[in-house]
């Protein structure tokens, strides 16, 4: 009490929200700064520690974050709970693995709640450990027979197990019922749809579907504007960043030395790049990041930091000066590192992100030296994939509330590739799914060719090596198996539903060879 005495008054909160503030504007190193000052004059404040774990984690310093972590649950009177929240912050930082030990840790308390074994149920499915996902699933509904989320989860690898039938008795009881809240009913009627298509009764599939996005259309409001921006911006980078731009950066970037061997895997949404990035992260001189936010957060934002938000690309990019981009390059070779876990040393890094079409100019101007290696896939085929897919609303998934948005958001993406892919003085090599799949050989050894990798038999067992790591996108339960070919062509059991969109797709299936 004494310490608290000698604040200013109110000054600990202040500096709680100065904290939030830098957060919000991800200014991380600020949070961490403002947090250890409030630390420091409340030491044992458990909300405080956990949120300076937080901070630690969003910089890659999973030592200090795991510390922090570790004196929140000491200076907890009741620490199940603290346990939990630790949990949850190692998954707000992106460590699933840091995460389930955690989870595990509250899972043999006496008090625990059927919340933590749904968790590590999903944490197990994500990791295709379905037996034992199917055993915590079921422990949860022993405490609790009646818990949404775990009889959600429960049908769901009952379908992963193949189990239809007792996935969709599962499913209907629970949207019978009327329970839980509107993402958690759209879940379960996304789950519906992709009972009814295993099944082949693709109207009721499509049924499900649409009574999923309705639940979820209500919120969409302020995710649908930021989409709309982010594709008026991409609409501005398609007149601005010409030929001659990207020439001139090229030349620019090669006092950048030294060059590192570096990749980005891109292409959209439902494209195969999973699938490919699986391959490729089985090679032993290859390294992959999957879907981080740290190409973004190391490399681009810090040249967009001291312009306001809806500043011209061309206009942000044309500034940045050597020291700046110097900087960039070497916050993401480390942090990428750091969140990976794994050396790079002259190992080939390959960042994998259907999402980053937009940023191509950016990584451009920053990394000269990148090769883009884009994942091609039937159009169709590739907007049934995102609109069927059960993703948590934000400005991408906001798209794919209707097919109609779904196929909007195909042309922006997948249009500005076409637009600027002949400027580009990079490197870059497109690769058909469907070419994957028909023969994994022959499509592996062009990719290996394209990025410089010798051959190496290991890329065959992808699948297996699948089965040892996390894998982020939603495909982490077909990656783990041999490859498959059910999935080509799987738009034509809904080819009345598309029919209206494909005079808008037709460019892009006559582009890539789809006729």
Not at 125 to 137: G, P, S, Y
Not at 290 to 297: R, Y
Request: net charge neutral.
């Amino acid at each position: 009490m004494k310490r608290q005495a000698l604040l200013p008054k109110g000054s600990l909160g202040r500096l709680i929200k100065q904290s939030a503030e830098a957060w919000e504007r991800q200014d991380y190193q600020a949070a961490i700064d403002f947090l250890e000052r409030a630390q420091s004059h409340d030491p044992r404040n458990p909300s405080i520690l956990l949120d300076l774990g937080r901070a630690y984690g969003a910089r890659y310093d999973y030592a200090n974050a795991e510390r922090c972590l570790e004196l929140a649950i000491r200076a907890a009177p009741r620490q199940t709970g603290v346990i939990i929240d630790a949990g949850h912050r190692c998954q707000e930082f992106g460590k699933d693995q840091m995460a389930g030990h955690y989870f595990e840790r509250a899972a043999e308390s006496s008090d625990a709640t059927a919340d933590v074994f749904v968790t590590l149920a999903e944490l197990h499915e994500r990791h295709n450990q379905l037996d034992k996902a199917t055993q915590l699933a079921d422990r949860a509904l022993g405490l609790d027979a009646r818990h949404p989320s775990a009889r959600l989860v429960r049908a769901r690898l009952d379908r992963l197990a193949g189990k239809w039938s007792e996935a969709g008795e599962r499913v209907r009881a629970l949207l019978d019922g009327n329970e839980g809240d509107p993402w958690l009913r759209a879940r379960a009627w996304y789950e519906m749809g992709a009972i009814q298509d295993r099944l082949g009764r693709y109207d009721e599939a499509m049924a499900a579907f649409l009574e999923a996005k309705a639940l979820l259309r209500p919120a969409s409001a302020s995710p649908l504007k930021i989409l709309q921006s982010n594709q008026a911006r991409v609409r501005e980078m398609e007149g601005t960043i010409s030929a001659a731009v990207l020439e001139r950066w090229h030349h620019a970037g090669a006092v950048l030395n030294p060059t590192r061997p570096f990749a980005v895997l891109l292409g959209h949404p439902r494209s195969g790049t999973t699938l490919l990035e699986q391959i490729l992260d089985s090679h032993p001189d290859i390294v992959t990041a999957e879907e981080t936010h740290v190409l973004f957060h190391e490399a681009c934002l810090p040249l967009r930091r001291k312009f306001p938000p809806n500043a011209p690309v061309l206009e942000v990019l044309e500034s940045a000066t050597e020291s700046l981009i110097r900087q960039s390059r070497e916050n993401y070779f480390r942090s990428t590192e750091l969140f990976t876990g794994k050396p790079l040393g002259h190992k080939l890094l390959i960042d994998k992100n259907p999402s980053l079409n937009s940023l191509i100019p950016s990584i451009s101007r920053i990394f000269p030296e990148v090769k883009y290696l884009v994942a091609i896939r039937d159009p169709r085929d590739v907007c049934l994939s995102c609109f069927m897919q059960p993703l948590v609303l934000n400005p991408g998934s906001s798209a794919y509330l209707s097919l109609a948005g779904t196929v909007t958001q195909y042309v922006s993406s997948m249009g500005f590739w076409r637009t600027i892919s002949p400027r580009l003085r990079n490197s870059w090599t497109e690769l058909r799914y469907e070419d994957l799949v028909a023969d994994l050989e022959i499509s592996s050894r062009r990719a290996l060719a394209f990025l410089g990798v010798e051959w190496n038999d290991e890329v065959l067992r992808y699948h297996e090596h699948a089965r040892n790591k996390l894998v982020l996108s939603p495909s982490y339960a077909e990656v783990t198996k041999p490859v498959f070919k059910s999935a080509v062509g799987r738009w034509r059991n809904y080819r009345t539903y598309l029919e209206p969109y494909l005079k808008e797709l037709e460019p892009f299936i006559k582009s890539f060879g789809y006729e």
